[in-house]
């Protein structure tokens, strides 16, 4: 008997991981940055200003910032 895995509805992307043992701390500027940037994403979110997932420009783009092509 053959086990097939269940096909997902969602899309999803293997990426390799990279386990880091020093992560940089935010100072407060920074974090403020970040929180008010994570704020904006929800509010686009919630007010349906969202594109598409698309798999091959992900992955290009992906692959571009891990050979350093984009900063």
Same mark, same amino acid.
């Not at 970040?34 to 940037?37: D, E």
């Not at 509010?43 to 919630?46: H, L, S």
């Given at each position: 008997m053959k086990? %097939?895995?269940p096909k997902l509805d969602r899309e999803?992307?293997?990426v390799p991981? /990279?386990?880091m043992e020093e992560v940089p701390v935010l100072?407060?500027?920074e974090r403020a940055d970040? /929180?008010?940037?994570l704020k904006q994403a929800e509010? %686009? /979110?919630?007010a349906?200003?969202?594109k598409p997932f698309n798999r091959?420009?992900?992955k290009k783009r992906f692959l571009a910032i891990c050979r350093g092509e984009i900063a």
């Open positions: 086990n %097939d895995a999803t992307m293997a991981i /990279v386990t100072n407060e500027q970040l /929180v008010a940037s509010a %686009d /979110v919630a349906g200003r969202t091959e420009d992900f």
